[in-house]
Structures are given as C-alpha cells and as structure tokens.
C-alpha cells in the first residue's frame, strides 16, 4: 500500500501553482494542519473528475508519497454496479470481496490514511452513499471486520478520501453521485482549465510528455527554467547557451527546440481536440445539432505522438502523424469513426470540399433522425415529437426571415419531415380519401 508514482511524472508548474494548492487545502480540511492554525472541525472530500488520462491518480499517488501515506486505492471496476454494501460478505464476486475488504482495512488503520476510490463511475450511487457520514464533521462510517459490524470513529485522524471519476462517458448517465456527498466534496476537474491558468495548462501537455520523447526525456530530470527558455526559443526569443543551467552543445541546443516547435504544433491540435470534446461531452443529446464528438485530447494522446516527432519531420509529416494517430483511436468508435474524423478535419480546417458536402449530409441526416424520433418509441409519441421540434425549427425559420437571411437546409429539413409525418399519419389512421387529403 504505499504510494509509487509513475516514473513518467513531471512536477509541472500546473501542479506547483494550481493542482497542489487546491489538493493541500483539501487535505488540511480533512485531516488538519499543525500549530495554531489546526481546524477542528475536520471534514470533506476530495473528487477529481476529468476524461481519462489527465493523470488524476498519479497525482494523488504523488501527493501520498509525499505525505508519508497508505495509499489504499480502490478499482472500483472491480466492485461494479451490483455492489452496495461495505460487507465483503455480500460481495458477488472474489475480486469486488478484496476491493471491499481493502476498504475495511483503511478504516481499521484509521490513521495516516488516504483512501482513494478510482474511477467511481462503474459503482452504484448507493455505494457510494455508504461515505456521506465520513465526509462530514461527525467523521463516522460503519464497515465490516472479521465478519463483525463496526462503526469508525476517524475524527481528529489522519485520514483522507479522494475520489476520482470520468462524467465523458460514453453513457453519461452512468455517473451519478449523491447529491449529499457532492455537497460535501471539493470538486476539480483536471482535464479543464482553471481561470486564469489558460498558459500554464497549455504548457503542461508539453511538460507531462518530456519522457516520451528521446531527445526531450533527460531534460524531465534537469533544472526545468531550460525547458521553459527552449520553448522560449522555439516560440522567437533568444535565450544564448550561457544563460542554461545544463552545459548543452550548439547542435543539441538546436534539435531540442525543433522538437519542441514540432510539438507545440500537435499541442495546439490536442488542445482543440480536448475543448472540443469536453464541450460535445458536456451538451445533452436532445440539444445536438451534429453528431457527438469522441475523440479525446488528453495528455495520453500527447505523449503518445510526442514519442514519434523527430526533428527532421516537416509540417505536412506532422499533420499526417497526427491524423494517423486519431485514424486509429477513431476505429474504436465503430459507427462514429467517420463523423469523428470529418469533424477533426473540420476544427483543424483540413476538410476538402468533397468532405465538406459529406459532413454537411451527415449534420442533415442526424437532425432528421433526430426529429423522425428513437426507433422504440411508439408512432404517436413520433409524431408528437416531430410536431413539437418543426414548429420550433419554423418559429426560428421565421426569425432568420424577419432578420433577411435563409436557413435552406434547416427549410428542406423540414419540409421532407412534413412528407415523412404525412406517410405516418396515413399509417396510423385508417380514413377514407378525403379524410387523407384533409389531413395532408
């Protein structure tokens, strides 16, 4: 149980300056500070969310280690939607058993503790109902040892609990947390960016990916400021090789900031693909106007086509590397690789003209299965919903009217969902012909 972070890791300044503050004001809050300034009202939570690989846990693991803690992680994966209670007893399986029992145990040990539930998504809310009492300022929860019911009493302790989860699943009704452990809980999300802190969360993807690339990866364990006057260099200035802390030759010096310009290239590409994610991950289906968009733009998919860049590679190497790279995370989404490869081209302004009319097709064929209705809904709820969505789309028409302008492929929308709603209409109400052409 003790903590190892990942060899990778970089203490960038996006952790010095923001993530470390708001963790160790957490941290202190549950389990104290010394002196005069200790709170005896010891209380909360620490939760994490942002979509994979934006390093939630090596950053708490970080944390861990250098606090001297157990590190007592729980993969909740292996306890599943089917576990509720804290008795392994009840578990269903051997492996959600010794996910639980490790639970019981952090409680056993009570003191100098963090416990860290991963991934919390793949559990039921009522699970997780199990920690509203320890997150509050009674500090109590009632677990399971030895096959005896027990209460823990952890006030005034050394104990805390993080908990990290990614809301962008594909299903993002899945991730449901109580309302009363919410409250409770300081609450971050590492894959956004905090006010104020635009230039430092760009920067970290370069940071974090410096051991993926050969060139870049012994600069990960020398005095950082060379990092930072490289990019300098790579973004126009001219920092001379004296002012380095590390002795680097001419041609060395050279190769690491043609690197780090090819790399600054993929970071502006990831950063679009993340905000452009997070966005569509945020937006309810019933609002869409275009399919959702997958494909992620985290520090893994960084590192990933930072390892590949070479100093000698030109500008159209680079764009083909990383449409390379997001061709085969595409492939996983089987149905949604082409509308999530057009609309990658499109952020980025590759799309041809060919591609261009393609996309447009897609946009008009998910809005008119969007109106046309699920296909387990019955025809009269279609037909009521199609009603309700085209006369909003004709009072919008009407405005872009009045403001002398023409939406024609939301008008020939439409009109062809009219067609469909009279061929429904026909269907589902037997009548004679006039009674047809009255309805039409």
Known sequence: FKAKPLSSFVRNKLISESYLHLIGDNLAKQMGTIGEAKRTDLMGMLLLI??????????????????????????????????????????????????????????????????????????????????????????KVDGVWNGQPKTYDLKGKK??????????????????????LSNRADIYNLGDMLSGQQGVFELSYIENSLTSNSVLAPLANRNLDDLYKFIENAKGSNHPLNEFDYNYSQAEAGEIVDIIKKMIKVQAVVLRVNQQYIASAGTADKYRVEPPFKLQGSYRNMNKMSEKVVSAMNDKEIETMIMDHYMGEAQTLTQGTEENLLKLKEILGYLTEVEKARFEEIKKDFMRNKISGDSDMDGMSKITQQLVLMNDMMKDNAYSRAQETTDVTKFGIIMEQFSQLHEQLVMLVPSKEKDIATTE
Do not use: W
């Open 159 to 180: 104990f805390s609990i993080v908990m990290a989860g990614n809301p962008y699943t594909e299903s993002g009704e899945v991730f449901k947390i109580p309302d009363m």
């Open 50 to 139: 942002s979509p994979p690989g934006y390093g939630k846990t090596t950053i708490v693991e970080y944390v861990a280690q250098k606090l001297g803690l157990v590190f007592m992680k729980i993969n909740c994966p292996s306890l599943g939607h089917s576990i509720t209670s804290l008795d392994p007893a009840e578990a269903t399986d051997a492996t959600s058993r010794k996910e639980i029992e490790k639970i019981n145990l952090a409680f056993e040990m009570g003191n100098n503790v963090m416990l860290y539930l991963d991934d919390i998504q793949h559990t039921n809310p009522e699970f997780l109902q199990k920690f509203i009492s320890l997150c509050d300022g009674s500090r």
